[in-house]
């Protein structure tokens, strides 16, 4: 059965980047597309791309157009996440989940990001 | 893009039943059968519980029903039980390989 393991919680300065990890462990991959999803504390869900890890094609979200970028390690079934231009309100948790035929089927647990001068 | 609109909360009591809804666009509800609800206890990652409108995924109680009307969505939940009390989130296709959060829903069960 596939889970997603996320990395650990990380803190970073204003105007700094940070890279996430998405592991898919487990027997076998039963997706296609990775997509990234992040909530602010108290907040709602906030869509922010994706990426085909098959196909290597990728979309962002408008909203952070520039200062995201996804990459897929083929050999580590890893999807990374690596936003920059830091601000406070980048201080979210962030999701990945595998994507099924348009909905969201399974979701890691979640990486918190703290931007803190 | 704006996210779909849901209301702040909503309460029932056990054994009751309560329906919570999601309005969006002629742009994403509207114009797709490609709405998906989630629950996400507190501090927890959200979970699939309705895809496609009105599928449920194996696991799921049937005890949780989606529907779809114009450009509204709904999630509707009976039998009421404790363990239900948590934040549900629609989500929507809209269109170009984009999707859209509603801002979510606390159920409070008294």
């Known amino acids: 059965q596939v889970q997603l393991v996320q990395s650990g919680a990380e803190v970073r300065r204003p105007g700094a980047s940070v890279k996430l990890s998405c592991e898919a462990s487990?027997?076998?991959?039963?997706?296609?597309?990775i997509h990234w999803v992040r909530q602010a504390p108290g907040q709602r869900l906030e869509w922010m791309g994706w990426i085909n890890v098959g196909n290597g094609n990728i979309q962002y979200s408008q909203n952070f157009r520039g200062r995201l970028t996804f990459t897929w390690d083929t050999p580590a079934s890893t999807a990374h996440m690596e936003l920059s231009g830091l601000t406070s309100e980048d201080s979210t948790v962030y999701y990945c989940a595998a994507e099924w035929d348009y909905y969201f089927g399974l979701w890691g647990r979640g990486t918190l990001v703290t931007v803190s001068s | 893009q704006s996210a779909l609109t849901q209301p702040r909360s909503v309460s029932g009591s056990p054994g009751q039943s309560v329906t919570i809804s999601c309005s969006g666009t002629n742009s994403d509800i509207g114009a797709y059968n490609l709405v998906s609800w989630y629950q996400q206890h507190p501090g927890k990652a959200p979970k699939l519980l309705i895809y496609?409108?009105?599928m449920r995924p194996s696991g799921v109680p049937d005890r949780f029903s989606g529907s779809k009307s114009g450009n509204t969505a709904s999630l509707t939940i009976s039998g009421l039980q404790a363990e239900d009390e948590a934040d549900f989130y629609c989500c929507s296709y809209a269109g170009l390989y984009t999707w859209v959060f509603g801002g979510g829903t606390k159920l409070t069960v008294l």
């Open positions: 487990g027997y076998s991959r039963n997706f296609n597309v």
């Open positions: 496609d409108v009105i």
